[in-house]
């Protein structure tokens, strides 16, 4: 999924389900910004309080494996259990199955959720919040590189099959029926649509019953769905009815917002030598703005670091474990 359901449907679940449009804000902002959030910065280095982010996006497929390997099933193609990976909607034409294979609403991605739904973090609802969504739109996927994933067309031995990287954006886009080749002839049909109102309409009922409010999903999942609108539609006309639904608390997304409100940086000049001159160049520090630890792009980047960890301690570690994989 993108921007379009990682923000303002995000949003619009959050203020439907009853979230005052502040904290409905933050879970979608950090609901998107868990894509965006793809740079390490190191804050006051090498100073005794240095900082540094944790990374819960990258959007370089050559990184080693270790790398990519902490932050993709973490965070966009979380592993169902060893029951739901053979279940009905993981059939392929080749028989295989694969024990990180991403299944929609899978019981790992329900307790990570509801974790950070019992945490009442805001930032950490978010996360959660994108990765269970990730787990509808890119089923059947998993987050390294395996052949696995593989799929024939254009880009066929061209770039790692990492992901969904060889089905390009066609998992994301919610207006779009599109075919997957790799699954059994009755499953391989695939109906954005439809997976995105359901991931929807899974996620409005967690935060209804997290915040004791009145359930109106009927109603609920036919907004969603006229806002989406027809298959092959204008992402514009989309982007304009999720903010009519949102209504006039609704704030644009700033991707550097965070990190502008809470990090600052100065220039300092650095001589180099080389071939035979010396020469001032400038090197940026990044510091903190005022009282960092109140900030949203803080409390965010340890929501990252927290969610991470209990997802690699309770999930990803033990699978790693049963693979025998020490690469991490």
């Not at 024939?152 to 919610?174: M, R, S, V």
Request: proline share 5%; charged share 25%; hydrophobic share 35%.
């Amino acid at each position: 999924m993108d921007i379009e359901f990682h923000y303002y449907i995000t949003y619009i679940i959050a203020c439907r389900a009853g979230f005052k449009p502040e904290d409905a804000r933050i879970i979608a902002y950090s609901s998107q910004y868990t894509d965006d959030n793809d740079t390490i910065y190191r804050i006051h280095e090498g100073h005794p309080d240095e900082y540094a982010n944790y990374i819960s996006q990258t959007m370089d497929i050559f990184n080693p494996q270790k790398e990519y390997m902490r932050i993709y099933p973490v965070f966009h193609f979380m592993p169902g259990t060893l029951t739901e990976i053979t279940g009905d909607s993981a059939w392929r034409r080749d028989g295989k199955f694969h024990i990180m294979n991403t299944i929609p609403d899978n019981l790992n991605s329900r307790q990570l959720l509801q974790a950070a739904l019992y945490s009442r973090n805001l930032y950490s609802i978010g996360i959660a919040t994108h990765m269970y969504a990730d787990t509808f739109a890119h089923q059947n996927f998993v987050g390294f590189n395996e052949g696995f994933n593989e799929m024939k067309g254009l880009f066929e031995g061209l770039i790692p099959n990492i992901g969904h990287a060889d089905a390009k954006h066609k998992p994301d886009e919610p207006d779009l029926i599109w075919e997957d080749e790799r699954l059994i002839p009755s499953i391989s049909q695939i109906d954005n649509k439809k997976r995105f109102l359901e991931a929807a309409r899974c996620i409005y009922e967690k935060y209804i019953r997290y915040l004791n409010a009145p359930d109106d999903s009927n109603n609920f999942i036919t907004l969603i769905d006229e806002a989406i609108g027809p298959y092959y539609g204008n992402e514009e006309d989309r982007i304009d009815r999720y903010k009519a639904l949102i209504g006039n608390n609704f704030i644009e997304y700033d991707k550097k917002q965070w990190f502008k409100e809470a990090i600052d940086f100065v220039n300092t000049e650095i001589p180099y030598s080389g071939g035979g001159y010396n020469v001032p160049i400038s090197e940026t520090e990044w510091i903190w703005r005022g009282n960092y630890k109140e900030t949203d792009w803080y409390k965010f980047q340890e929501s990252v670091k927290a969610y991470q960890w209990l997802a690699m301690d309770t999930v990803i570690g033990p699978i790693f474990e049963k693979m025998e994989f020490k690469g991490v």
